[in-house]
């Protein structure tokens, strides 16, 4: 028995040591922090929608793996996540920078393609058009390029250019003969054509409409918030003229409709000056 218990204390300490050197230890539950894991975490945040936080993974992973062959990802995540939380303006400073910074990454097309909606949604057209014209002529054959001259094409939509939009649209059937979606682009180009053979609108119409229903006129011309506008400012000059004669409290009646007498007539003269100029 006593040789059994001199080695007692050495097969202990063996056994302990075992047990410190396990990561089933409570104590020990670090985990070996690798680009990937960080990648994988950045991901899942960008995956589940919290843009912020995967933003936050991302530059993490720039910080402590600036070497990485796949820094170029993480810089390109970082312009996508603020892409898909609708922040154009940042988004469009990233994928800026990093296409300068990665050229020849295999991201950098499809980054001049976000950089170029990112503007188009900014509603700067013409630094839109300019990014994703240059990016469909720089690289005819990605699938980027008949993305990129759509937008060219909806960005001049937007600007009410539609012989610049068609035009977009031509080159896309022109130059992708095979595109899955050209059926699509002929039926949009079609209604392009429908829509320039519209007449103008007409001031007569408008002038009625205005003196029927105020503000009537202005969404006519399509200017849709000075419409509403002006419908509710004269509907409650209306409305509080109807209940002061209800009342039979003429004098607060006539002082009411004089009131609103100028904000009546202001909505006829308005939206005839924005039809003729």
């Not at 393609?113 to 240059?134: C, D, F, I, M």
């Not at 130059?175 to 899955?180: E, N």
């Amino acid at each position: 028995m006593k040789p059994l218990l001199r080695r007692l204390p050495l097969t202990l300490l063996l056994l302990f040591g075992f047990i410190a050197a396990s990561p089933l230890h409570a104590d020990d539950g670090a985990i070996l922090l690798t680009g990937d894991v960080q990648l994988k975490i950045a991901d899942a945040f960008m995956k589940e929608g919290e843009y912020y936080r995967a933003v936050t993974e991302y530059k993490r992973f720039l910080i402590l793996f600036p070497d990485s062959a796949r820094a170029d990802y993480a810089f390109f995540a970082i312009g996508l996540a603020h892409f898909k939380g609708e922040e154009f303006g940042t988004a469009v400073r990233c994928f800026s920078s990093f296409r300068q910074q990665y050229p020849e990454s295999g991201h950098a097309v499809e980054a001049g393609y976000l950089e170029g909606v990112s503007l188009w949604k900014l509603k700067n057209y013409s630094r839109a058009q300019a990014t994703l014209e240059a990016l469909a002529d720089a690289h005819p054959a990605s699938d980027y390029a008949p993305r990129a001259l759509l937008v060219v094409g909806l960005a001049a939509l937007d600007e009410d250019r539609p012989e610049q939009a068609r035009q977009a649209l031509d080159r896309v059937l022109n130059r992708y003969p095979d595109h899955p979606g050209r059926e699509g682009v002929r039926e949009a180009a079609a209604l392009i054509d429908r829509y320039q053979d519209l007449p103008e609108k007409s001031p007569v119409l408008a002038g009625i409409l205005s003196a029927v229903l105020p503000g009537s006129g202005y969404i006519y011309a399509e200017h849709y918030g000075d419409g509403i506008t002006a419908l509710l400012i004269n509907g409650l000059f209306i409305a509080g003229t109807a209940v002061a004669i209800h009342q039979e409290n003429y004098a607060v009646a006539g002082i009411v409709g004089g009131v609103g007498v100028p904000f009546y007539l202001g909505n006829i003269y308005g939206f005839l000056a924005i039809l003729s100029g």
